[in-house]
């Protein structure tokens, strides 16, 4: 079936609005479901690709249905090992932060999330692992007033994100189109034939 020019203008206009220097790298997400979610927000906020890091959780099997066809646009970069994942973010311009419930991390909202930035967050039972913390350029928390100290991974996903947004839309309005003309060309090319 041709691709509609109302069908192409709605895509160049999505991918314009991509941002870059945003990622996030899920450390062994067990649900698919969860990572799903997570893909969603980041299709919505306009993250280009996510870091798969899988250490010793299988990779996840993620269903169309399931992300609403957020897969489709949000690509994923598989990892096995921390230091590889977080060696190539640092060769692409990345400070990694890393979340955890640590009284000592900075608060999500008192962290410049302004500049190219991987925001870790790890497994629904054991958080981001202790080397995943180690290695990171920081780590950070998300604030949180009640007796249940922790929130859906999918959903700190989206408080973290989203901040990213905010912060960044604070500091004036974003360029159309935010990817370099490179990378945005090859893309659109890529998002055509999707």
């Given at each position: 079936?041709?691709?509609?020019?109302?069908?192409?203008?709605?895509?160049?206009?999505?991918?314009?609005?991509?941002?870059?220097?945003?990622?996030?790298?899920?450390?062994?997400?067990?649900?698919?479901?969860?990572?799903?979610?997570?893909?969603?927000?980041?299709?919505?906020?306009?993250?280009?690709?996510?870091?798969?890091?899988y250490?010793?959780?299988?990779?996840?099997r993620?269903?169309?249905?399931?992300?609403?066809?957020?897969s489709?646009?949000?690509d994923?970069?598989?990892?096995?090992?921390?230091?590889?994942?977080?060696?190539m973010?640092?060769?692409?311009?990345?400070?990694?932060?890393?979340?955890?419930?640590?009284?000592?991390?900075?608060?999500?909202?008192?962290?410049?999330?302004?500049?190219?930035?991987?925001?870790v967050?790890?497994?629904?039972?054991?958080?981001?692992?202790?080397?995943?913390?180690?290695?990171?350029?920081?780590?950070?928390?998300?604030?949180?007033?009640?007796?249940?100290?922790?929130?859906?991974?999918?959903?700190?996903?989206?408080?973290?994100?989203?901040?990213?947004?905010?912060?960044?839309?604070?500091?004036?309005?974003?360029?159309f189109?935010?990817?370099?003309?490179?990378?945005?060309?090859t893309?659109?090319?890529?998002?055509?034939?999707?």
């Amino acid at each position: 079936m041709p691709l509609s020019s109302r069908r192409a203008e709605k895509i160049a206009r999505v991918l314009g609005n991509r941002l870059p220097g945003i990622t996030v790298v899920l450390e062994n997400i067990h649900d698919p479901h969860n990572v799903s979610a997570i893909l969603r927000t980041c299709d919505a906020v306009g993250v280009v690709h996510v870091e798969l890091l899988y250490t010793c959780e299988p990779f996840p099997r993620i269903g169309r249905k399931s992300s609403s066809s957020a897969s489709k646009w949000v690509d994923r970069r598989k990892h096995r090992s921390v230091h590889e994942c977080y060696a190539m973010l640092h060769q692409e311009g990345y400070r990694v932060l890393a979340t955890r419930l640590d009284q000592d991390a900075p608060s999500l909202y008192d962290v410049d999330l302004t500049g190219p930035v991987a925001l870790v967050l790890g497994n629904e039972h054991r958080g981001v692992s202790d080397e995943a913390a180690a290695l990171a350029d920081g780590r950070l928390h998300i604030p949180m007033r009640g007796m249940i100290e922790s929130l859906n991974v999918s959903v700190a996903a989206a408080v973290l994100i989203y901040e990213t947004l905010r912060q960044r839309l604070a500091k004036g309005p974003l360029p159309f189109p935010a990817l370099p003309p490179e990378q945005y060309e090859t893309l659109l090319k890529d998002w055509l034939s999707r």
